[in-house]
């Protein structure tokens, strides 16, 4: 998918910078020069590169920053770095980069500096995220499946509910602020201990397994690596209760597919929505798509409507960091893949 023209609207996200920005030493910083947009540029990031007082122009031997708009073209940015090592700056375009694990770990140099949108998409998905954690406790899968009037109650109150959420990233940082009217008990499984705010509990990743059997939602917002595929499989859907939501709007591979097939036929968890699926696009016939407990969404958490212009506001902030500041935001770890 490539980024959209920004469109004017009445009311807009603002960018959430869900992790800090990160200061280089000026010795660190790469060499200020002309910035190209690939592989399509369009106006509106043009703008967010000029007005914040970068020199925009074609890919040349003087280019030295990059911002790279597409995602499903991730192998010609290989090419494109292999072809100018003297890019020191690389923008891309969504907050997970899996895409370009296999780019970012070949290219990967000193003085060479890339930065992606984590953190920028924070509000629009993590409101996803509310909107599929409520229709899942009010059992809107099932309701919304019926061709009969179901008089059977059924459904349960988010208030006070045990909320754990895989990742500490923005999107989970903003979940944590919609959730709080609903006086949930919220933690937090992340890579450390470093707490998080707003959440009741913080623990490492080496203990989901301990506050599963607790959980009433699993909120699964951790990046895509080759250390997380399928965080959530079989022996972690069985610790959950037979109460318990699942929601994932970070990456299907993160949830083992047949893992939770297997779980919602038997009745093991009470549901699951998904924004992501693996495979993506889930393929006409499969049995998530006739699962009356789990709700799917076609990786719409966010839409270019809604990305676009918190993307252009990435750009600037970071031909900023680029020409004058050195705080970058967004920082891509090539170790860690995010």
């Not at 509106?44 to 007005?51: K, W």
Request: glycine content about 8%; overall charge neutral; some cysteine.
């Amino acid at each position: 998918m490539t980024m959209s023209e920004p469109q004017p609207v009445s009311a807009q996200h603002h960018a959430v910078l869900g992790t800090p920005a990160t200061v280089l030493p000026a010795v660190e910083r790469p060499v200020v020069g002309p910035i190209s947009i690939l592989p399509e540029p369009t106006p509106a990031f043009a703008r967010a590169v000029t007005d914040a007082g970068g020199t925009l122009a074609p890919l040349s031997a003087a280019t030295r920053g990059l911002v790279w708009l597409s995602y499903q073209r991730a192998g010609e940015l290989g090419r494109v770095l292999a072809d100018n090592p003297q890019v020191g700056w690389v923008q891309l375009p969504w907050a997970g980069v899996d895409a370009f694990a296999g780019v970012l770990a070949a290219h990967a140099r000193p003085g060479l500096v890339v930065t992606s949108a984590k953190g920028a998409y924070a509000q629009p998905v993590a409101e996803h995220a509310l909107a599929l954690t409520l229709a899942l406790m009010r059992v809107l899968p099932k309701r919304a499946r019926a061709t009969e009037w179901d008089p059977v109650p059924d459904g349960r109150s988010l208030y006070g509910a045990k909320v754990v959420i895989i990742g500490a990233g923005g999107i989970a940082r903003e979940l944590i602020r919609l959730l709080a009217p609903f006086e949930t008990q919220i933690t937090v499984v992340r890579r450390s201990f470093e707490p998080v705010p707003g959440a009741a509990h913080t623990v490492p990743s080496d203990q989901l397994a301990a506050v599963l059997p607790g959980t009433d939602v699993l909120v699964v917002a951790a990046a895509l690596t080759t250390g997380t595929r399928h965080l959530i499989g079989a022996p972690e859907l069985a610790l959950l209760p037979a109460h318990a939501r699942l929601v994932n709007i970070a990456r299907g591979g993160l949830v083992d597919t047949g893992a939770l097939v297997t779980a919602l036929a038997a009745g093991a968890i009470a549901g699951a929505a998904l924004d992501v699926t693996d495979p993506e696009p889930l393929p006409a016939g499969h049995p998530l798509w006739n699962e009356a407990r789990c709700l799917i969404t076609p990786h719409m958490a966010d839409t270019p409507e809604m990305t676009a212009p918190l993307l252009a506001e990435r750009i600037r902030l970071n031909v900023r960091a680029y020409l004058t500041t050195g705080r970058f935001v967004g920082v891509v770890d090539p170790h860690f893949g995010y």
